[in-house]
């Protein structure tokens, strides 16, 4: 069975899904097999070593603010309200500013790949990414929060708890 869209021509295309995670495990491969063997399009993406490409994508990030601000201002100032509200604790902003530079690329992949939907592992820092883009792009997001995950980062941490 193929999964897939009209597009505007009438055209039914393969749909397109983004997985993205910040570590691998074995059931994100497992569930890129059966999708892809259904015929979905899956792209998975590990999110690690993104502080190596920061400075590249600073012009990108520019430009990204300019677009969550026109296309979603609350989404930007809810974010700005929750770091003012860190108490200007550096390790809250460095997280900040990487969830911030992954959701820039991951707003690049989605320029050039359209995905109909993205799929987060994780809230940290995959969900939060995820979620950045989607107030730009309006793409749907499902954020997967397994384990540990829902009690020692999501509730605990206050960026993620106001964004989810």
């Not at 590249?56 to 809810?78: E, Q, W, Y």
Request: aromatic share 12%.
């Amino acid at each position: 069975m193929n999964q897939g869209r009209a597009n505007p021509s009438g055209t039914i295309t393969r749909m397109k899904i983004l997985l993205l995670s910040s570590s691998t495990h074995p059931f994100i491969e497992e569930l890129r097999n059966q999708l892809s063997k259904s015929g979905i399009r899956i792209s998975v993406i590990y999110l690690r070593g993104i502080r190596a490409v920061r400075f590249r994508l600073f012009g990108d990030a520019i430009l990204f603010v300019g677009r969550l601000c026109i296309k979603n201002l609350s989404t930007f100032l809810k974010l700005i309200n929750i770091m003012l509200k860190s108490n200007f604790k550096i390790r809250y902003y460095l997280k900040t500013v990487n969830i911030f530079f992954m959701s820039v690329l991951l707003y690049k992949l989605y320029l050039r790949y359209s995905y109909d939907l993205i799929h987060a592992f994780w809230s940290y820092p995959a969900g939060a990414a995820a979620v950045l883009v989607k107030a730009v792009t309006g793409t749907p997001v499902v954020v997967s929060v397994l384990g540990y995950d829902v009690e020692e980062v999501t509730l605990k941490n206050n960026f993620l708890r106001e964004l989810s």
